[in-house]
């Protein structure tokens, strides 16, 4: 067996001690945890920062953990299979709804169709596996626009020209800001006519442990088969069904 380095595993351990609980530290605090001299644990502590795995709090005194190591939990879920986990319930949502069953991921400002479910209706509009649209026209990408960090969606916002899709389309920014202001606190998204002509779209949030939005599903329903008295239902469908894969989700990463 190779030998150890003890200096990395006193340094994993340290990363080991933040909690929910007790999401910072000071060096007292720690060099107490380990049992170790200060000026040690110190030396453990600059480096973990100057490699900005942890963050120092000037007017706390204390250290917490740093965002970098959410760039390494998002490494572990590449580790499952989104559509693996994803198709079974899309597959039931489509028997139960008897509507097309959407899921897409964000990729700059487009949204890219990463699986199809329920074949039973036939729609006017045309969507494959594979296939982009802008995000600002759909209730998927308005889904996954609006829980993006501020800094993301302003650039995006700020290279992107919304084009008129259809009559119905948002194009004026400062209104689609006020769309995805709703959006986030309602926790769904609703696509009326704005994608495709005579075609209403609902649109729900999946998400990683961390809480990050990492996909979207949806129900792509023509406009005659939607009326307001339908809406709350499949909105209720879909958000239980999206929660639903986000919790498969954190059970398939445990299992890893």
């Not at 308005?142 to 899709?165: N, S």
């Amino acid at each position: 067996m190779p030998q150890l380095l003890s200096s990395v595993i006193k340094a994993l351990e340290v990363l080991d001690f933040f909690t929910v609980e007790k999401p910072e530290l000071s060096l007292a605090e720690i060099s107490k945890h380990m049992g170790t001299h200060k000026s040690s644990v110190y030396r453990i502590l600059r480096t973990l920062e100057a490699v900005d795995f942890l963050r120092w709090n000037s007017e706390r005194g204390k250290y917490r953990l740093s965002p970098k190591l959410l760039e390494l939990a998002s490494r572990v879920l590449a580790q499952y299979d989104l559509l693996e986990v994803a198709g079974p319930s899309m597959g039931d949502l489509a028997a139960r709804t008897g509507e097309i069953i959407h899921l897409s991921i964000l990729d700059g400002y487009e949204i890219v169709y990463l699986e199809k479910k329920g074949a039973g209706q036939v729609l006017t509009v045309a969507t494959r596996v594979g296939g982009r649209y802008p995000a600002y026209g759909s209730a998927m990408g308005k889904v996954l626009m609006a829980f993006l960090p501020e800094q993301q969606l302003q650039r995006i916002l700020g290279e992107t020209e919304l084009e008129a899709l259809t009559p119905s389309t948002i194009t004026d920014k400062v209104q689609l800001r006020r769309e995805l202001d709703k959006i986030r606190g309602q926790g769904y998204a609703f696509d009326d006519e704005e994608a495709f002509p005579g075609i209403r779209c609902i649109a729900a949030p999946i998400r990683e442990p961390s809480g990050k939005v990492v996909a979207a599903i949806s129900a792509t329903v023509p406009a005659q088969r939607l009326p307001t008295e339908r809406s709350p239902e499949l909105i209720e469908m879909i958000t239980e069904t999206a929660s639903r894969i986000s919790a498969l989700i954190v059970d398939s990463i445990r299992e890893v």
